[in-house]
């Protein structure tokens, strides 16, 4: 098992930035590729970004694509959303996910483990 909790997230304007983070306890944690993934109220969860085990292969949405960085820090157990230039439509609940694997994924039925979410908001 691999326990996944989220942080970060938050009330920002239009324009600004924030980092979310993701802290991973359980089971070894450097050999799970990892993604981040969002839901907005009535729409479909999304992808937003994965990164491999090593760190050294990432993808990152098309809607993201530009403003949105994914890393991680092994020895911390912690993956990383760097987001800027955020807009109204980023808002939504981030979720950090875990992999059995160490490739990186885009789909969210790829993933085994789930945080509870924290929620992004970017007023219109």
């Known amino acids: 098992q691999v326990q996944l909790v989220e942080s970060g997230g938050g009330l ?24 981040w993934f969002r839901q907005a109220p009535e729409k479909e969860r999304e992808f937003v970004a994965t990164i491999s085990w090593s760190g050294g292969v990432t993808y990152v949405g098309d809607s993201v694509k530009g403003r949105f960085t994914i890393s991680r820090d ?23 996910a875990a992999r059995r ?10 993933y085994a483990y789930w945080g509870q979410g924290t929620q992004v908001t970017v007023p219109g």
């Open 12 to 35: 920002v304007q239009a324009g600004g930035s924030l980092r979310l983070s993701c802290a991973a306890s359980g089971r070894t944690f450097s050999r799970n590729a990892m993604g």
């Open 101 to 110: 694997t160490a490739g990186a994924a885009s789909g969210s039925n790829e």
């Open 74 to 96: 092994n020895a911390k157990k912690t993956v990383y959303l760097q987001m800027n230039t955020l807009k109204p439509e980023d808002t939504a609940v981030y979720y950090c």
